[in-house]
Nanobody, 117 residues
Framework: QVQIVESGGGLVQPGGSLRISCTASGNIFSPNVMGWYRRLPGKQLVLVAGISNGGSTQYADSVKGRFTISRDNAKNTVYLQMNSLNPEDTDVYYC???????????WGQGTQVTVSS
């Protein structure tokens, strides 16, 4: 069993910064990928940023140059540093942990990020 716990969401003004965190615990397998997703209106969950435990990263075009994903493998924790936030970034952000094993993927409960003046 795997538990995913997210933290760090909140309200921030346009142009501001926020860092959200996610820790996976329990039966952790390597290699794996951890990432952040959001659900755009009327759409399924889409990737915001992802990082493997080897350090390879992937970003959505809309966040390149503004968001940085990083991880601490010893703590099974992933961080998303979000800078230059704008109202379009407002959403619930979901953490995903996906080991390289068939059929395994785990989701957090989501953390709300609101960008508003």
């Amino acid at each position: 069993q795997v538990q995913i716990v997210e933290s760090g969401g909140g309200l921030v003004q346009p142009g501001g910064s926020l860092r959200i965190s996610c820790t996976a615990s329990g039966n952790i397998f390597s290699p794996n990928v951890m990432g952040w997703y959001r659900r755009l209106p009327g759409k399924q969950l889409v990737l915001v940023a992802g990082i493997s435990n080897g350090g390879s990263t992937q970003y959505a075009d809309s966040v390149k140059g503004r968001f940085t994903i990083s991880r601490d493998n010893a703590k099974n924790t992933v961080y998303l540093q979000m800078n230059s936030l704008n109202p379009e970034d407002t959403d619930v952000y979901y953490c995903n942990y996906k080991p390289q094993r068939p059929g395994m993927t785990y989701w957090g409960q989501g953390t709300q990020v609101t960008v508003s003046s």
